[in-house]
């Protein structure tokens, strides 16, 4: 389960992260993915399952803000991450760091299994060949070139279990346990949920959309 909740957000703090990861253990989750080193650590101190850590940073000049930077990777190994997320696409990193140095130098120093955050197929084939241990389509919908795709990434999954050595993982749009069924069906080696569990905002809004004021006003902009 992905426990985390948008900026500004009242969920946003590390002892409530917490207690929805603990609610993850309790109900059977093999694992939680956390952003930020102050909720990681929360995290690490109240469950036992593995825990996938990243750090959002944005950064000019670069749109790639999933763990980007080899000092990003060592602060999540540091808070006590057993997996370390980051983004693997072919987009540039800040401060011009390679992907590829980035991986090695994570490899050689740090213990912990690197996951690929990957939009396409190919950024999958290159993660892998760069030596990391697990592949996850996190960012596909979210880059330039698969940004007008939508639903489950169930085609790149099933393209890159056929193609890579390493398990791969299905993260995104995955909001129903039929999807999830049919990510294993179609060889998930796992499968994270986050928005549809644990995003009140976007849950709440979805429900918000259908009351009468919110349709009536959605007609009027559509008739302007």
């Not at 930077?69 to 990193?93: F, M, N, Q």
């Not at 140095?101 to 060949?129: R, W, Y």
């Not at 697990?134 to 960012?139: G, K, Q, S, W, Y």
């Amino acid at each position: 389960m992905s426990c985390q909740a948008p900026l500004g957000s009242p969920l946003n703090q590390p002892n409530i992260i917490a207690a929805m990861a603990r609610v993850a253990e309790q109900r059977g989750a093999v694992g939680v993915r956390i952003n930020g080193v102050r909720n990681i650590r929360a995290v690490r101190r109240n469950v036992s399952i593995a825990l996938i850590g990243i750090e959002k940073q944005q950064f000019d000049g670069s749109p790639v803000y999933i763990t980007p930077t080899r000092e990003a990777v060592r602060r999540v190994y540091s808070a006590g991450a057993d997996i370390i997320a980051l983004d693997c696409t072919d987009r540039p990193r800040p401060d011009g760091q390679s992907l590829a140095k980035i991986i090695q130098n994570a490899k050689e120093k740090l213990s912990a299994p690197i996951m690929a955050d990957v939009a396409t197929l190919e950024q999958g084939l290159t993660a892998a060949a760069l030596g990391v241990d697990l592949v996850a389509t996190t960012l596909y919908g979210y880059t330039e070139e698969t940004k007008d795709c939508r639903g489950p990434a169930f085609a790149l999954l099933e393209n890159l279990v056929r193609q890579v050595r390493v398990p791969v993982i299905v993260e995104g749009r995955i909001h129903t346990p039929e999807q999830l069924r049919q990510a294993f069906d179609l060889g998930a080696f796992a499968v994270v949920v986050g928005t549809a569990i644990t995003n009140l905002d976007w849950l709440t809004q979805r429900f918000i959309e259908e009351t009468p004021r919110r349709r009536q006003a959605a007609s009027a902009s559509r008739a302007k």
